[in-house]
């Protein structure tokens, strides 16, 4: 499948791997050792523009098309920067901004957006709950109307970025009896009354990526910060899937390619029994399966932003099959990659163990791999 990129795009494209290198790429190992959040990651992510990819330029953005911003985060990967900063990136833009983007007011759009888009405020999105993952129709956040004011009580857990954030997009419930039709967004600033953010969780993987509990315990939003209709948040989080199978899995495709080069380059130099490494065939296949895996990872994500930017209705058989690729196969390819280095391949020194690490959570974040796969036996039955 060949979804024809413009020379601008794959111009960008290199341009964003070049400038990762350069600028990001020293950064990421110390911030991914110690499990901390790397500001001047985010400011230089900031300064390329990359956060606000989407967005028009009124608003502080590029109108940069689903493509493109695959591209974009692809290169990052593919570059070598951590994805606990990629996933950073992803809950801001794709998951919080785009979702005020998409639904928002004039007025929200106005307050929120450049703010988001440059950096200066970071996002997050809250729908997991410690009770409701998987089975997210079934949040109990509550959010109930007195006055002016909505008042939200719930606990939102696993939240990539709520312990910086300045900007919550919060689904709550306002009528449980309703199930997914009662699920209703809000924006929700730190600073508003009653909303707190929990101590960031110790992670196995995308450890730069700062994550912890968002908690509302009375908290007031003002009637100004309902986002988009009341009983449509269950329908926002579909846009959310569709970024989540998109601009969200691209880094995992960039950093199998960065696997790929560096397990490449190391099996051509480490020497056993008197010969590099890759003259054993043992060696030759796993590069070659990390290779098919990352092409077919490739087609499948290209496949949801093409759809995506054509405004097709969101293909549930081709977000899950992207979503079970990346995050299994790419599990897969993670400890082919750890293999080929042997001992170094399990110590900090080499990037690869982090690339084991973080492939991890390709298999559980924004949809598990069991539940890709009970999507797609759905489709297949009702074919
Ligand atoms: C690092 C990290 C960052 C995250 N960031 C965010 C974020 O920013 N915002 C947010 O809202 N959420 C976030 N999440 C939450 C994530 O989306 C959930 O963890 C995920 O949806 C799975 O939910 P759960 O953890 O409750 O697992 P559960 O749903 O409890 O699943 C447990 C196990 O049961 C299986 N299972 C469940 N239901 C079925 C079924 N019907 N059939 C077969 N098997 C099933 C699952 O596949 C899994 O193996 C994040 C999670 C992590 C780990």
New binding site residues.
């Given amino acids: 499948m060949e979804f024809g990129y413009t020379e601008e795009q794959l111009m960008f494209r290199d341009s964003v791997y070049k400038y990762a290198k350069k600028e990001i790429v020293p950064l990421v190992e110390e911030a991914d050792l110690n499990s901390e959040f790397s500001m001047e990651v985010w400011r230089k992510l900031g300064e390329m523009g990359l956060l606000g990819l989407p967005f028009p330029e009124e608003l502080g953005g590029s109108g940069a098309s689903v493509v493109t911003c695959c591209l974009s985060t692809e290169a990052l990967g593919h570059a070598g920067v951590d994805q606990g900063h990629l996933?950073a990136l992803g809950?801001h833009t794709y998951?919080c901004a785009d979702t005020i983007f998409k639904h928002g007011s004039p007025a929200q759009l106005k307050k929120y957006i450049p703010k988001l888009a440059s950096g200066e405020w970071i996002g997050?999105?809250?729908?997991?709950e410690?009770g409701?993952?998987?089975?997210?129709a079934s949040i109990t956040t509550t959010a109930v109307k007195k006055g002016d004011k909505w008042i939200l009580n719930g606990t939102?857990?696993?939240?990539?970025?709520?312990p910086l954030c300045n900007v919550c997009v919060v689904?709550a419930t306002v009528d449980k009896a309703l199930k997914h039709n009662g699920i209703t967004a809000f924006i929700i600033e730190r600073g508003f009354p009653g909303f707190s953010t929990g101590t960031p969780?110790h992670?196995m993987?995308?450890r730069a990526?700062a994550?912890s509990e968002v908690i509302m315990d009375n908290c007031e939003v003002p009637e100004e910060n309902l986002l988009g209709e009341v009983g449509k948040g269950f329908g926002y989080t579909h846009e959310t899937l569709s970024w989540d199978r998109s601009a969200l899995l691209a880094p995992f495709v960039g950093g199998m390619q960065f696997a790929i080069e560096a397990c490449t380059k190391y099996s051509q130099e480490r020497v056993q029994f008197g010969k590099p490494i890759n003259a054993f065939q043992a060696i030759q296949h796993k590069l070659a399966d990390m290779k098919i895996v990352k092409e077919a990872a490739k087609m499948a994500v290209y496949q949801v932003a093409h759809d995506k930017d054509s405004g097709k209705p969101l293909n549930h058989m081709h977000t899950s099959l992207a979503k079970a690729i990346v995050g299994d196969w790419g599990m897969k390819a993670a400890s082919d990659a750890v293999q080929v280095f042997g001992g170094y391949g399990y110590i900090h020194e080499y990037p690869i163990e982090r690339f084991l690490r973080d492939a991890k959570?390709g298999q559980?974040?924004?949809?598990?791999?069991?539940?890709q796969?009970?999507i797609i036996s759905r489709i297949l039955s009702f074919m």
């Fill in positions: 996933l809950a998951l997050c999105m809250g729908l997991t410690p409701a993952g998987s089975d997210a939102k857990t696993f939240i990539t970025n709520a689904y969780f992670k993987g995308v990526s994550t959570l559980i974040g924004g949809g598990t791999s069991e539940v796969r009970l």
